[in-house]
């Protein structure tokens, strides 16, 4: 009972990654991916997406800060920042904080840092859930019994909001 109860948590926790625009279809791509011969295949490709894109979170916010520091902003250098992460995102099946992301890269081709430094904040907050969320989802899956499956979305819950 305690493990089908776990199960449910779980599928529910995963539902709502999807329900509250977090994830889209891409994600469910990368989960067919997965197999016996790699049982943790999902969960390293988050765990590297976590570890990757906060490098860029924190590249684009010291990048951004160095306006006030009498140091010059090297402008490439955020420009790969952002690139990086809006690709690693794109990658998992992110789907708000590329949309930061892409705000972010239109007020840089735009040379806009101010409005860049104004969107950073919303950003940083969607990409702070995602990895909260993701971090929670993945402790969990681990407590699964072996050849018991996480029923992915209904194809029409994925697709609301966008």
């Known amino acids: 009972m305690a493990g089908s109860s776990l199960q449910q948590q779980i599928a529910s926790m995963r539902q709502s990654l ?6 889209n279809e891409q994600f469910i791509e990368l989960e067919k991916l997965e197999d016996a011969s ?3 295949f999902v969960k390293n490709v988050i765990n590297v997406f976590l570890t990757d894109s906060l490098k860029n979170v924190t590249g684009i916010e010291e990048s951004l800060l160095h306006l006030k520091a009498d140091e010059p902003l090297d402008i490439t250098e955020l420009g ?3 690139h990086r992460l809006k ?3 794109l990658g998992i099946g992110a789907k708000k904080v590329p949309i930061e992301v892409e ?3 239109q007020c840089y081709e ?3 840092m101010e409005g860049m430094k104004t969107i950073l904040p ?3 907050q969607e990409y702070n859930i995602l990895e909260n969320k993701l971090e929670a989802y993945f402790e969990l899956l681990p407590h699964v019994e072996p050849g018991q499956s996480i029923d992915p979305p209904s194809k029409g819950s994925t697709s609301s909001g966008e």
């Open 122 to 124: 919303t950003m940083k």
């Open 110 to 112: 735009a040379g806009d």
């Open 87 to 89: 690709s690693g995102c």
């Open 103 to 105: 705000k972010m890269l």
């Open 80 to 82: 790969k920042f952002l």
């Open 18 to 23: 999807f329900d509250e625009g977090l994830l």
């Open 38 to 40: 790699d049982p943790n």
